[in-house]
């Protein structure tokens, strides 16, 4: 008996622990203060869904050939690597496609996010504040 719970504890711990991911509470806006985000869970993964944009964020993004920004699922898939950071896609108006990316959460009010157009080139970052 003893052998079998040990051999089924040593079988359990090789599968991963599958957990909701852990959320940045509150409303965040980018450096720009043009667009705020409030982040969710989105199954097993975070995702960041726009809930504000300004008139000018707005406007830039009709002009590149998108359409209204809120509601917009801005941050997507986003998995947490390790504590306080998380890898996944992040969508950018401003060109209209879905880039791999990264939120690094550095204290309870900032966050970094960082996307790169292809296999870590071409990257950009942003830090994002908590607005509430």
């Known amino acids: 008996m003893r052998f079998t719970m040990m051999a089924a504890a040593t079988v359990l711990s090789m599968f991963p622990v599958v957990a909701t991911a852990a959320v940045p509470k509150g409303v965040?806006?980018?450096p720009k203060r043009s667009v705020?985000?409030?982040f969710l869970?989105?199954?097993r993964?975070?995702?960041g869904k726009i809930v504000w944009a300004?008139?000018?964020a707005e406007s830039d993004a009709r002009a590149n050939g998108g359409g209204p920004l809120l509601g917009i699922?801005?941050?997507?898939?986003l998995i947490e690597e390790e504590r306080g950071r998380?890898?996944?896609?992040v969508f950018v108006p401003d060109i209209g496609q879905t880039v791999s990316g990264t939120i690094e959460q550095i204290d309870a009010n900032t966050l970094v996010g960082e996307g790169c157009l292809a296999a870590g080139f071409a990257c950009k970052s942003q830090?994002?504040?908590r607005v509430r």
């Open 28 to 30: 965040w806006t980018n």
């Open 36 to 38: 705020r985000v409030a």
């Open 41 to 43: 869970n989105c199954g």
């Open 45 to 47: 993964a975070m995702c």
């Open 54 to 56: 300004s008139p000018q």
């Open 73 to 77: 699922m801005l941050f997507r898939d």
């Open 86 to 89: 998380w890898s996944g896609s």
């Open 127 to 129: 830090t994002w504040v």
